[in-house]
């Protein structure tokens, strides 16, 4: 037999070539098994190739790297056709470990035919050298290569399955299977050579006719490391491209999900409730249904978001939004429009179910609720309007469910009450009011009345609360309680605010140059005024413009509006107080009675709630809880002020109480500006006329 022998270069990238083989096939197995339709069928084909090509290059390395004492060459269209062997077998292969399960059986015989494709491929790769005589194989090592083969064809199939997913662990996992894979098939090829015997005279007859082995080994591991960088390339970029597009549809549905959903309950949001409204009508329309539409506010979850804090506050709405799902049907929605609003779209349905649903929701609402193991309780009014008699449209019915909710809070809460059309007078007044108000600054609409205060017990005056009225064209004389609660849901108590502090700076500055510069006036803030930004610089700005000094001003704010923020509205009011201006606490008594953010206020002034003074008598409660308040008020060194005077009796005890400052109708009524000192020196001189009597007459009949 001749001699041969192994070129060990060629050895060595036969062994890279099979490593790099390896990998690509299993990244190409993860990408066929993540695909699916034309892109799996397009990765299946160009995957068998790169893979066929690179079990079938080293293959072709490690022939090329075989010496005998002859000259060798190779038959094209033999090694073509085992090159087409190793591309099929390389297609079975993928096509088995991109289905969703690979059981035992498909496993061994999958692997069985792949390893009897490498051995044919292998030996069809022999006879591709037309040798004369025939090669010999030995026969137990011939049988051993094919076991080999089949063997490590289970292996890859097995691992190419387990690997196909991707991620950085698979990476590296992968990148070890290789090399196990890469040594196996490289182990069947050299088990397969040692099984083949030359006989002496022994010559190629594709030596001279075939291809020539000088320039080929270069050539084929050129183009084998070619294809595997551009089958690995491609596949990363499909990788992150995949990755990208996966990212990109997450953050898409996520955008989608906030944009449609309420942040806080996870409910449909406004939006998404207006989409189902108008699907709802569409199917009405088609099969001549009803629908009911459940407008619901929550009765007296301010005063427990102002008691107990916003994070109380929001628990609750999401254990309210809870309660709802589970009464609520499938097919129903239930959607949170913002604040304590809900609304349930019931579909299809009746009006007496609406009522049934409309029942069992305040029923439900009315049962205790535990946050942070506090009990807290609140009821629910519930507005509702039917499809198609009570609107045709989104808009109508959702303004007409929300007048019926109006109406059942105005029927004493905690109840429902069905659409009527008379409703509609009220809603439109309210929307009327509401436009009117938005053009009430600009026509110089708004006017204050100032009402004085007087050190106790009869003067003299030490100063002034602005309190504003609307001078409406349309609605009359207005107080402000039938329409700043108007400004409050509009958005608009902001500016009026903001023209209240100004208009009360300017005013002062007249006075101020009359010679009345030895008083001061007070201005209510609201709570949103409190959190607004803007708020210091809009003081600080009056202020400037109208040349006052800081002390002129006293800045009035309840209990509850100091703590609708604490933390918020601590930083503003320090900020206010750092410019010079007075704070009083208005309505004390009423609020929180937080001595512990009380003691934290920068404030200089206590003014007692005008419900403690209206029953006030010598030794009844009232009179013990005054004072308590003006103990606690001079302990904190803060100026006592008492509003809502009425009666001699009230002024007497409250200045034996020690109130330093009174306020109310016995002393003098609110009056416009241009008649407030005149009024008071009328007042001052009656008083003196009639021998110093404890209480001043009303300045105003």
Same mark, same amino acid.
């Given at each position: 037999?001749?001699?041969?022998?192994?070129?060990?270069?060629?050895?060595?990238?036969?062994?890279?070539?099979?490593?790099?083989?390896?990998?690509?096939?299993?990244?190409?197995?993860?990408?066929?098994?993540?695909?699916?339709?034309?892109?799996?069928?397009?990765?299946?084909?160009?995957?068998?190739?790169?893979?066929?090509?690179?079990?079938?290059?080293?293959?072709?390395?490690?022939?090329?790297?075989?010496?005998?004492?002859?000259?060798?060459?190779?038959?094209?269209?033999?090694?073509?056709?085992?090159?087409?062997?190793?591309?099929?077998?390389?297609?079975?292969?993928?096509?088995?470990?991109?289905?969703?399960?690979?059981?035992?059986?498909?496993?061994?015989? $999958?692997?069985?035919?792949?390893?009897?494709?490498?051995? @044919?491929?292998?030996?069809?790769?022999?006879?591709?050298?037309?040798?004369?005589?025939?090669?010999?194989?030995?026969?137990?090592?011939?049988?051993?290569?094919?076991?080999?083969?089949?063997?490590?064809?289970?292996?890859?199939?097995?691992?190419?399955?387990?690997?196909?997913?991707?991620?950085?662990?698979?990476?590296?996992?992968?990148?070890? =299977?290789?090399?196990?894979?890469? @040594?196996?098939?490289?182990?069947?090829?050299?088990?397969?050579?040692?099984?083949?015997?030359?006989?002496?005279?022994?010559?190629?007859?594709?030596?001279?006719?075939?291809?020539?082995?000088?320039?080929?080994?270069?050539?084929?591991?050129?183009?084998?490391?070619?294809?595997?960088?551009?089958?690995?390339?491609?596949?990363?970029?499909?990788?992150?491209?995949?990755?990208?597009?996966?990212?990109?549809?997450?953050?898409?549905?996520?955008?989608?999900?906030?944009?449609?959903?309420?942040?806080?309950?996870?409910?449909?949001?406004?939006?998404?409730?207006?989409?189902?409204?108008?699907?709802?009508?569409?199917?009405?329309?088609?099969?001549?249904?009803?629908?009911?539409?459940?407008?619901?506010?929550?009765?007296?979850?301010? =005063?427990?978001?102002?008691?107990?804090?916003?994070? =109380?506050?929001?628990?609750?709405?999401?254990?309210?939004?809870?309660?709802?799902?589970?009464?609520?049907?499938?097919?129903?929605?239930?959607?949170?429009?913002?604040?304590?609003?809900?609304?349930?779209?019931?579909?299809?349905?009746?009006?007496?179910?609406?009522?049934?649903?409309?029942?069992?929701?305040?029923?439900?609402?009315?049962?205790?609720?535990?946050?942070?193991?506090?009990?807290?309780?609140?009821? =629910?009014?519930?507005?509702?309007?039917?499809?198609?008699?009570?609107?045709?449209?989104?808009?109508?019915?959702?303004?007409?469910?929300?007048?019926?909710?109006?109406?059942?809070?105005?029927?004493?809460?905690?109840?429902?009450?069905?659409?009527?059309?008379?409703?509609?007078?009220?809603?439109?007044?309210?929307?009327?009011?509401?436009?009117?108000?938005?053009?009430?600054?600009?026509?110089?609409?708004?006017?204050?009345?100032?009402?004085?205060?007087?050190?106790?017990?009869?003067?003299?005056?030490?100063?002034?609360?602005?309190?504003?009225?609307?001078?409406?064209?349309?609605?009359?004389?207005?107080?402000?309680?039938?329409?700043?609660?108007?400004?409050?849901?509009?958005?608009?108590?902001?500016?009026?605010?903001?023209?209240?502090?100004?208009?009360?700076?300017?005013?002062?500055?007249?006075?101020?140059?009359?010679?009345?510069?030895? @008083?001061?006036?007070?201005?209510?803030?609201?709570?949103?005024?409190?959190?607004?930004?803007?708020?210091?610089?809009?003081?600080?700005?009056?202020?400037?413009?109208?040349?006052?000094?800081?002390?002129?001003?006293?800045?009035?704010?309840?209990?509850?509006?100091?703590?609708?923020?604490?933390?918020?509205?601590?930083?503003?009011?320090?900020?206010?107080?750092?410019?010079?201006?007075?704070?009083?606490?208005?309505?004390?008594?009423?609020?929180?009675?937080?001595?512990?953010?009380?003691?934290?206020?920068?404030?200089?002034?206590?003014?007692?709630?005008?419900?403690?003074?209206?029953?006030?008598?010598?030794?009844?409660?009232?009179?013990?809880?005054?004072?308590?308040?003006?103990?606690?008020?001079?302990?904190?060194?803060?100026?006592?002020?008492?509003? $809502?005077?009425?009666?001699?009796?009230?002024?007497?005890?409250?200045?034996?109480?020690? @109130?330093?400052?009174?306020?109310?109708?016995?002393?003098?009524?609110?009056?416009?500006?241009?008649?407030?000192?005149?009024?008071?020196?009328?007042?001052?001189?009656?008083?003196?006329?009639?021998?110093?009597?404890?209480?001043?007459?009303?300045?105003?009949?």
């Amino acid at each position: 037999m001749l001699e041969s022998s192994h070129n060990q270069v060629l050895v060595a990238f036969s062994i890279i070539v099979a490593i790099l083989a390896s990998y690509t096939a299993l990244n190409m197995a993860s990408r066929v098994s993540s695909t699916s339709g034309k892109t799996a069928m397009w990765w299946l084909i160009g995957g068998s190739f790169a893979m066929g090509f690179g079990i079938w290059s080293m293959h072709f390395i490690g022939m090329l790297a075989f010496n005998l004492p002859i000259a060798l060459g190779y038959d094209v269209p033999l090694t073509l056709i085992s090159l087409l062997i190793a591309i099929v077998s390389s297609a079975l292969a993928l096509y088995l470990v991109c289905k969703d399960t690979l059981p035992t059986g498909r496993l061994v015989s $999958g692997g069985t035919l792949m390893g009897l494709g490498i051995a @044919c491929m292998h030996y069809t790769g022999m006879e591709a050298m037309l040798m004369t005589p025939r090669i010999i194989y030995v026969p137990w090592i011939f049988v051993l290569s094919i076991v080999i083969a089949i063997v490590a064809s289970i292996a890859a199939l097995w691992l190419a399955f387990r690997l196909r997913q991707d991620s950085k662990r698979t990476t590296f996992t992968r990148m070890g =299977a290789s090399l196990v894979m890469g @040594c196996a098939i490289v182990g069947m090829h050299y088990t397969g050579m040692a099984a083949s015997k030359f006989p002496l005279n022994s010559f190629c007859s594709a030596a001279n006719s075939g291809i020539d082995t000088k320039w080929l080994a270069i050539l084929v591991i050129i183009v084998s490391l070619a294809v595997f960088a551009i089958a690995l390339i491609i596949s990363m970029l499909d990788v992150r491209t995949e990755r990208l597009s996966n990212s990109l549809d997450e953050a898409t549905n996520e955008l989608i999900e906030l944009a449609l959903h309420d942040n806080l309950t996870r409910l449909p949001n406004r939006i998404l409730l207006g989409d189902r409204l108008e699907q709802a009508i569409h199917r009405a329309e088609r099969s001549n249904g009803e629908f009911g539409v459940l407008f619901m506010d929550l009765d007296g979850f301010k =005063a427990i978001n102002d008691m107990n804090g916003h994070h =109380a506050g929001d628990l609750l709405l999401k254990e309210v939004a809870q309660r709802l799902l589970k009464i609520s049907r499938e097919e129903d929605t239930v959607a949170r429009l913002g604040g304590d609003e809900f609304v349930l779209l019931m579909e299809p349905d009746s009006p007496e179910n609406s009522a049934l649903l409309a029942q069992r929701l305040i029923d439900t609402i009315a049962q205790p609720f535990h946050i942070s193991d506090t009990p807290l309780h609140i009821s =629910a009014s519930v507005g509702i309007a039917i499809y198609p008699q009570d609107g045709k449209t989104e808009h109508e019915l959702m303004v007409n469910a929300d007048a019926a909710m109006y109406h059942a809070k105005q029927q004493g809460r905690n109840g429902y009450r069905f659409f009527e059309h008379a409703m509609n007078a009220d809603v439109q007044l309210q929307m009327q009011l509401q436009q009117d108000l938005r053009q009430a600054i600009d026509n110089n609409e708004l006017v204050l009345h100032y009402q004085p205060k007087f050190k106790a017990p009869n003067g003299p005056m030490i100063g002034l609360e602005a309190l504003i009225r609307w001078q409406s064209p349309e609605h009359g004389f207005m107080t402000p309680d039938r329409f700043l609660p108007q400004a409050e849901s509009s958005g608009l108590i902001v500016p009026i605010g903001n023209w209240v502090i100004n208009e009360a700076c300017r005013q002062m500055k007249v006075w101020s140059d009359q010679g009345h510069n030895d @008083c001061s006036v007070a201005v209510n803030l609201s709570a949103v005024q409190l959190q607004h930004i803007s708020l210091v610089e809009v003081v600080d700005t009056a202020l400037e413009v109208h040349e006052l000094t800081p002390t002129q001003l006293v800045l009035e704010i309840t209990e509850s509006t100091a703590m609708h923020d604490a933390e918020t509205s601590l930083k503003v009011l320090n900020n206010l107080s750092a410019l010079g201006v007075s704070i009083s606490i208005d309505d004390f008594g009423t609020g929180y009675s937080s001595l512990l953010y009380l003691k934290q206020l920068p404030a200089n002034e206590l003014k007692i709630d005008r419900g403690f003074i209206t029953e006030l008598a010598q030794g009844n409660d009232d009179e013990a809880i005054v004072q308590a308040i003006i103990a606690l008020g001079k302990t904190l060194g803060m100026r006592i002020v008492a509003e $809502g005077v009425e009666t001699s009796e009230q002024q007497s005890l409250l200045t034996q109480l020690g @109130c330093d400052t009174l306020q109310g109708y016995l002393l003098g009524k609110p009056v416009p500006a241009e008649v407030l000192f005149t009024s008071v020196k009328a007042e001052l001189g009656e008083e003196l006329a009639a021998e110093k009597a404890v209480a001043l007459t009303p300045i105003i009949p």
